[in-house]
Every structure is written in C-alpha cells, then in structure tokens.
T-cell receptor, first 109, second 117 residues
C-alpha cells in the first residue's frame, strides 16, 4: 500500500531562518512526487513535480529534492508570506494519488 | 499553469435541501476528477474519484446516495450533496488530473465552503 508521511507536523521559523520539510514515502513504482501549498480556506496550489531520484526543482525561495525514499522542500530565507500548509503527494504505477498530512509552516516577522 | 475552477465558493443551504457544486477544468481536458472534504486544520480526505462517462468510485465510508457525483464531460464534474444536514458542513475541494501537454499532475479548485443551517 502506498503511504506518505510528512514531518514535522508544524514548524515555526523566524523570517530569514532557512529550513527543510520532509516527505517520506513508500510506493509501488514512483510515477511522480508532487508538492503543493495550501493557504487557509483555499484549495492547494501546485508547486512542483519530481519524477526520479536526484531531480531538483526550484521556485523563488523553494527548492524540492527527491531521493528513492523521501523528498525535501527546502525553504531559503523564508518570509511571512511563505506561511502555509505544504502538502506532499505521490503517484505510483497504480495511478492513485496519495497525499501526506501536510506540514503547517509559520514564518514570524 | 492549468486552471481548475470551482463554483460556488460559498453556499449556505437549509437542512434537508440539496446543493450542487461544480468543478471545471478551464484549459485542459480531465478524464479523472477527484472530490475531497477537508475539516479545519486537517488534511484532505478523498471522497471519490470521478471518471468521465462512468460511475464514480467512492472511498470507504462515503455514502454514494448522499454525495452524488456526475462527470458528464471532460471538463466538468459535479458534486451534489443531497438532503444536507449540519454535519455535512465542510470545505469541499475538487481536483482534476491533467495529461498531455500539462503533464500528469493534479490541479485543485479553489474549494467550496458549505454551511448547512
């Protein structure tokens, strides 16, 4: 059974304090690993898709990396507007998308 | 990027009535759409998977007769909450899976807040 866990559950950072969020997964053949950002009361916003171990993608202060067992979302010099819940999802060869529980990030000014 | 539109964004209905929520993929065809429910500060709960032209597949514990899903075209899926009760009040989110040029990615709608009074 495909599974996704995320850690930490919640993270509080000071503005400018870089950190990483973890997404660990087990899947029967990885078709893709996805990162989303969700603001309160809104639908998740797509950030990245990673397809194979070693792949990296960047967008502004965010960088996502992928290994065979986990993905990291690195946040460099975060700003308060980066505060949100970050969701990770995987799609295996069974084609189902499995979401993790998310990490609630708070960036304090 | 691909856009998924959900309507209405907020709806209030009386207990016992039915309410329909629409989910449209605006710039791509979605053979598969998904419906989720989300409680405050909790993760997404998949309710059902909707395939165009066929019956939806419901997750365990989700009442098929209460949450009617129709995916009549490649760009539109609807969720109808029938005989709504206050416990059905929640945030409902749809998503659509793209393929082709946009890649195999799920894009989400903005969500719909349902309040049953």
């Amino acid at each position: 059974e495909d599974q996704v866990t995320q850690s930490p559950e919640a993270l509080r950072l000071q503005e400018g304090e870089s950190s990483s969020l973890n997404c660990s997964y087990t899947v029967s053949g990885l078709r893709g690993l996805f990162w989303y950002r969700q603001d309160p009361g809104k639908g998740p916003e797509f950030l990245f898709t990673l397809y194979s171990a070693g792949e990296e993608k960047e967008k502004e202060r965010l960088k996502a990396t992928l290994t065979k067992k986990e993905s990291f979302l690195h946040i460099t010099a975060p700003k308060p507007e980066d505060s949100a819940t970050y969701l990770c999802a995987v799609q295996g060869y069974g084609q189902n998308f499995v979401f993790g529980p998310g990490t609630r990030l708070s960036v304090l000014p | 990027g691909a856009v998924v539109s959900q309507h209405p964004s907020r709806v209030i209905c009386k207990s016992g009535t039915s309410v329909k929520i629409e989910c449209r993929s605006l710039d791509f065809q979605a053979t598969t759409m998904f419906w989720y429910r989300q409680f405050p500060k909790q993760s997404l709960m998949l309710m059902a998977t909707s395939n165009e032209g066929s019956k939806a597949t419901y997750e365990q514990g989700v009442e098929k007769d209460k949450f009617l899903i129709n995916h009549a075209s490649l760009t539109l899926s609807t969720l109808t909450v029938t005989s709504a009760h206050p416990e059905d009040s929640s945030f409902y989110i749809c998503s659509a899976r793209s393929g082709g040029r946009a890649g195999n990615t799920i894009y989400f709608g903005e969500g719909s807040w349902l309040t049953v009074v």
